[in-house]
T-cell receptor, first 114, second 113 residues
């Protein structure tokens, strides 16, 4: 049973470009969470999605950031017009159900904005 | 306010010694979890302790939870060089939005061979 997959593992973008980060949850998991880790910091919750629904996006910046989890395919975190402050590690986690359940994390995507 | 603050920020010990890390939090929780992160890698789930539990063991790991003091500790016994990593505590609160994990800044553990 493959774990949570994320790609790319490393992404370099210039200021103003778009970044698209992908996450495939563990098999059988329909709940996906995105977290951001700034250098020397812990992870911060961004958004929680179920298939075709955004449940909670309270941790996501209101502008330039969007997330989706379509019926088919991976969850996508999209950052438009990236700025240097977006440089961070972005982690995806999945769980089989909502609520207090162990979340399984992917290896992360390290975004560097030049 | 910061939920889940680990202490110390960094800890350096010799192989074979025990390592103890502490975590404090502020709100009512459903559970508290500990994760390990090797440098530049993803997070590995170590152990989950529920709010009605006081102590839990898993191999060389021992976790305690004191809800009256809103604190937890992680003890790694007989440490190995491979235990070198950052350790994070994370809480899931009771009540609404209980799916969110709230992480501390972590403790960087270095085990010297």
């Amino acid at each position: 049973n493959a774990g949570v997959m994320q790609n790319p593992r490393h992404l370099v973008r210039r200021r103003g470009q778009e970044a698209r980060l992908r996450c495939s949850p563990m098999k059988g998991h329909s709940h996906v969470y995105w977290y951001r880790q700034l250098p020397e910091e812990g992870l911060k919750f961004m958004v929680y999605l179920q298939k075709e629904n955004i449940i909670d996006e309270s941790g996501m910046p209101k502008e330039r950031f969007s997330a989706e989890f379509p019926k088919e395919g991976p969850s996508i975190l999209r950052i438009q017009q990236v700025v240097r402050g977006d440089s961070a590690a972005y982690f995806c986690a999945s769980s089989p159900s909502r609520g207090t359940d162990t979340q399984y994390f992917g290896p992360g995507t390290r975004l560097t904005v030049l | 306010s910061q939920q889940g603050e680990e202490d110390p920020q960094a800890l350096s010990i010799q192989e074979g010694e025990n390592a103890t890390m502490n975590c404090s939090y502020k709100t009512s929780i459903n559970n508290l979890q500990w994760y390990r992160q090797n440098s530049g890698r993803g997070l590995v789930h170590l152990i989950l302790i529920r709010s009605n539990e006081r102590e839990k063991h898993s191999g060389r790991l021992r976790v305690t939870l004191d809800t009256s003091k809103k604190s937890s500790s992680l003890l790694i016994t007989a440490s190995r060089a491979a235990d070198t990593a950052s350790y994070f505590c994370a809480t899931q609160r009771s009540g609404g939005s209980n799916y969110k994990l709230t992480f501390g800044k972590g403790t960087l553990l270095t085990v010297n061979p």
